[in-house]
């Protein structure tokens, strides 16, 4: 009998020109579209009058926030409409002086006055009355509203049911010609296998090979340097595995009250030492109090930065609805600026824990030693969530106490222990290493 080649080999080839030719259909059938022209809102022209509200926003912003909100009560009234509710020559002397006008007994500034729980107005003699002029030409603005965005959405929903039309067509017209393809890949292989069948001719089939898996196990030698392997790699990793266990580097958890380190110690350049005051003192570092957030929070009801900076990772509304859990939990009520009495204690979780058989003394390092908290809890002024920055396992302590000077400047603590060092060493730059830093008892005891 007569041998041919595989007849397969055709419906593949046959199969190949028809992927081929799909693709050229599909290339050929894409239309570039055009881009939707970009609507850019104009802004909104500034309110005429006689001062300049940008000028006066930023005057605001820097003499009156801490006090006022344009809408809301703080410590003082709220702003928004000041220039109708009174004179401008009496809002004149009160930003100026407050004080001179309650005591002079005139009666509006006697009423703000007892108003506010008799809280004394902060006195801004050195704003000269263009710039009261400003800061009332901004408060005088009408309140925006939230842009509705439902136009927004109609376009481009319009535009998108255009565009899914002629997809749909495309996609169809594909499909239809893949489904006749495979029809007629099916019937030029049945045809084939029917003439082979009926001339009796006969292909060669390829020898089939033997299974990988097979002659892998036939091969002693590479069982045996595989099996060694697999258990130096298993050994590496265990021991790895082993060593991590209790080691929280990176540990990130969530907080009941969202408080941003970014915000707090990198763009406001709030002292650590501030929060964490024990940390000068004492072997802990402490919890601060949530009077210690009060302290600046009684007046900063939301947040009061632009929800676009660049410095913060969510929205105005997710910060100030956090400062709503501060309140909530300290009692405080914005509305009356008095607390309610009705306090509610907040589960802080803790993020650096050493084990009870290390002894850590925050302020022997702080204090004495003058070590910044960064090098320990690294860059905290650019953390937006607190994480556990190093490993602080016995190895990474070690390491510090060989490398890092002791600061022996200036430092009476130092003074004798650095000098009959010294002199023992002859060096003057000490370690903590060498004033016994690598001593068991000095951590363990």
Not at 72 to 91: F, I, N, S
Not at 120 to 136: G, H, K, Q, W
Not at 138 to 160: N, R, V
Request: aromatic content about 10%.
């Amino acid at each position: 009998m007569k041998k041919v080649g595989n007849p397969k080999s055709f419906s593949k080839t046959f199969f190949s020109l028809a992927l081929t030719f799909m693709f050229a259909i599909a290339v050929n059938a894409q239309e570039p579209t055009a881009a939707p022209a970009a609507v850019a809102d104009a802004s909104a022209a500034p309110v005429a009058g006689a001062g300049d509200p940008l000028k006066g926003k930023e005057l605001f912003n820097t003499k009156c926030a801490a006090c006022h909100k344009l809408d809301q009560k703080m410590t003082g009234p709220a702003l928004r409409g000041v220039g109708d509710k009174y004179d401008k020559e009496w809002l004149y002397k009160w930003i100026k002086n407050s004080a001179d006008l309650i005591k002079s007994g005139d009666a509006k500034a006697v009423k703000v006055y007892e108003e506010f729980n008799k809280v004394a107005m902060t006195a801004f003699p050195e704003l000269t009355n263009a710039d009261i002029d400003n800061i009332i030409a901004y408060t005088m603005q009408p309140k925006e509203e939230p842009k509705a965005a439902a136009g927004t959405t109609t376009e481009i929903k319009e535009g998108g049911d255009q565009g899914g039309l002629s997809n749909t067509i495309i996609l169809g017209a594909l499909i239809l010609v893949l489904a006749v393809l495979v029809f007629m890949l099916f019937t030029v292989n049945k045809l084939l296998k029917n003439v082979i069948a009926a001339k009796g001719i006969e292909f060669e089939e390829k020898p089939k090979s033997l299974p990988l898996w097979k002659a892998f196990a036939q091969n002693q030698f590479l069982v045996l340097v595989s099996a060694i392997l697999f258990l130096l790699v298993s050994a590496y990793y265990m021991y790895g595995y082993f060593m991590q266990i209790g080691v929280d580097q990176g540990y990130e958890p969530i907080q009941p009250i969202h408080y941003s380190h970014k915000i707090h110690a990198g763009d406001n350049g709030i002292d650590c030492k501030y929060c964490h005051s024990s940390a000068r003192v004492s072997k802990n570092a402490g919890i601060p109090s949530l009077n210690v957030c009060m302290n600046c929070h009684k007046n900063i009801s939301e947040f009061q930065g632009d929800k676009d900076s660049t410095y913060v990772d969510y929205s105005k509304e997710f910060y100030t609805g956090e400062i709503k859990k501060l309140y909530d939990a300290v009692g405080w009520d914005p509305a009356t600026q008095k607390y309610t009495g009705k306090t509610k204690p907040v589960k802080w979780v803790r993020i650096h824990n050493l084990p009870d058989f290390v002894y850590f003394n925050h302020s022997q390092h702080v204090t004495v030693g003058g070590i910044e908290c960064q090098k320990c809890h690294g860059k905290v002024e650019t953390f937006e969530i607190m994480k556990q920055d190093q490993p602080l396992t016995m190895g990474w302590c070690i390491n510090c106490h060989r490398e890092t000077n002791v600061k022996v400047e200036e430092n009476g603590y130092y003074e004798k222990i650095h000098a009959e060092l010294s002199k023992k060493y002859g060096k003057s730059k000490l370690t903590a290493a060498d004033m016994g830093g690598l001593e068991c008892g000095k951590c363990h005891y």
